[in-house]
């Protein structure tokens, strides 16, 4: 049998966990099933990753990764202050839709987190990375539109974000409760209040 180099196994191995862990539960994701998922031995995983909780690190980077990519590709061109933050909004909860499974299983990975110090830093480095997105996206079209906001960007971007994060949870485990349209609304509606921004008049053409 042909030697598959650590480097190789690596991406293998995360993607069967997420797959495993996704169609069954986090607590499911024992290196024996996750080897099992990729039809390896257990020693593989602990040879590429050296714990579990290397592997779950490595799992929760991915997704996370994930997440700030589409994040970054649903910020519109050209689109004012509001329009933005609506279309990120749209966009984040598509994900939560269409993509429940990972999303919920993001979730369930940085709740254990917070319980598990080896996974403490990957949990702070997701927070830290989707709140740096999202704080770039509004400062830099803040300055596009000429946008001036009243309140600093990195705590609108927290606003908004955990808004986000309790209309998520709802949705995961309550949807028979959930009314998104209405809240995506309200949650824009009360981001823009909080920014309280207005156009700069000084600042010559937009482009």
Same mark, same amino acid.
């Given at each position: 049998?042909?030697?598959?180099?650590?480097?190789?196994? =690596? +991406?293998? @191995?995360?993607?069967?966990?997420?797959?495993?862990?996704?169609?069954?539960?986090? %607590? /499911?994701?024992?290196?024996?099933?996750?080897?099992?998922?990729?039809?390896? %031995?257990?020693?593989?995983?602990?040879?590429?990753?050296?714990?579990?909780?290397? @592997?779950?690190? %490595?799992?929760?980077?991915?997704?996370?990764?994930?997440?700030?990519?589409?994040?970054?590709? /649903?910020? +519109?061109?050209?689109?004012? #202050?509001?329009?933005?933050?609506?279309?990120?909004?749209?966009?984040?909860? =598509?994900?939560?839709?269409?993509?429940?499974?990972?999303?919920?299983?993001?979730?369930?990975?940085?709740?254990?987190?917070?319980?598990? +110090?080896?996974?403490?830093?990957?949990?702070?480095?997701?927070?830290?990375?989707?709140? *740096?997105?999202?704080?770039?996206?509004?400062?830099?079209? %803040?300055?596009?539109?000429?946008?001036?906001?009243?309140? +600093? /960007?990195?705590?609108?971007?927290? #606003?908004?974000?955990?808004?986000?994060?309790? @209309?998520?949870?709802? =949705?995961?485990?309550?949807? *028979?409760?959930?009314?998104?349209?209405?809240?995506?609304?309200?949650?824009?509606?009360?981001?823009?209040?909080? /920014?309280?921004?207005?156009?700069?008049?000084?600042?010559?053409?937009?482009?």
């Amino acid at each position: 049998m042909a030697h598959v180099s650590a480097a190789e196994r =690596r +991406p293998q @191995l995360i993607n069967a966990a997420i797959a495993l862990m996704t169609r069954e539960g986090v %607590a /499911a994701g024992s290196t024996r099933a996750i080897a099992s998922e990729l039809g390896v %031995a257990q020693a593989t995983v602990h040879y590429t990753f050296g714990t579990k909780e290397d @592997l779950y690190r %490595a799992v929760m980077e991915q997704l996370t990764g994930d997440l700030i990519a589409q994040v970054e590709r /649903a910020a +519109p061109q050209g689109a004012g #202050f509001e329009e933005t933050i609506a279309a990120l909004a749209g966009a984040l909860w =598509r994900t939560v839709e269409e993509e429940s499974a990972g999303y919920r299983l993001l979730t369930e990975l940085t709740l254990l987190a917070v319980r598990t +110090p080896a996974l403490d830093e990957a949990r702070r480095s997701h927070h830290r990375q989707v709140n *740096e997105i999202t704080e770039r996206i509004m400062t830099e079209t %803040a300055a596009r539109t000429g946008y001036v906001l009243a309140q +600093p /960007a990195d705590l609108v971007a927290r #606003f908004f974000l955990n808004g986000f994060d309790g @209309l998520t949870m709802q =949705r995961l485990h309550a949807p *028979e409760e959930a009314t998104e349209r209405v809240d995506l609304r309200v949650l824009v509606a009360a981001t823009v209040a909080l /920014a309280g921004g207005r156009l700069d008049l000084t600042a010559g053409p937009i482009d």
